[in-house]
């Protein structure tokens, strides 16, 4: 009988895990840079503005009336925890685009909160099924402290680029700093590639 070192699978499990990060198992931290907002979803409000042919704000009820969209996979956080095979739902950012019409001048986006947190992101970034607008979590309606009623998931890139208690998307011709970008953050924030901060 060949010998083995426990845990190890081979081109497994592990390989989903980008440098520097661990596997937060069960476990998903609760970690924000405002006060825990509650919103009620008879009055919130999303809109995709700014270099659109059509700017668009939908209701609760709206929002869901759009097409549904999932995403099963991973996240990962600048704090150097990952957590693997989450399911979220909501609706694709792809569909509100279809709705709003990007003009061909935008290049960016920025994303706010209602809680006024901003982040940025090309807008390469949210498009091409890249990006959600979610609010649901493994089947249930997405904890408040995670975000709920709806936060923005661009799973690929940190999750700081996934703002909580998301409000509007704004197209813009211009990369333009959000909150943790103007504290020292990567611009892009590509785990693969380890963007943490400015010079990464």
């Not at 010998?3 to 970690?31: E, K």
């Not at 694709?92 to 279809?98: G, H, M, Q």
């Not at 809680?115 to 498009?127: A, I, K, Q, R, S």
Request: proline share 8%.
């Amino acid at each position: 009988m060949g010998r083995f070192t426990r845990g190890f699978t081979g081109r497994g499990r592990n390989d989903r895990l980008p440098p520097g990060q661990y596997d937060v198992g069960q476990d998903w931290p609760v970690l924000t840079a405002e006060v825990t907002p509650r919103l009620d979803t008879a009055t919130w409000t999303f809109a995709v503005d700014g270099l659109v042919e059509r700017p668009t704000t939908w209701t609760w009820d709206e929002i869901h009336a759009l097409p549904p969209a999932t995403y099963s996979g991973d996240i990962h956080c600048v704090t150097t925890w990952s957590k693997l095979g989450v399911t979220f739902g909501g609706v694709s950012v792809d569909a509100l685009l279809d709705v709003a019409g990007p003009l061909p001048t935008a290049t960016h986006v920025l994303v706010s909160s209602h809680t006024g947190y901003t982040t940025n992101l090309p807008l390469d970034d949210v498009t091409g099924g890249k990006a959600w607008v979610a609010w649901e979590y493994a089947g249930l309606p997405l904890p408040v402290e995670h975000g709920g009623p709806a936060r923005l998931l661009v799973p690929h890139l940190y999750f700081w680029k996934s703002a909580k208690w998301a409000s509007s998307i704004r197209l813009l011709d211009h990369d333009e700093p959000g909150f943790w970008e103007q504290n020292g953050y990567h611009d892009r924030g590509d785990p693969w590639l380890e963007q943490r901060y400015q010079g990464d």
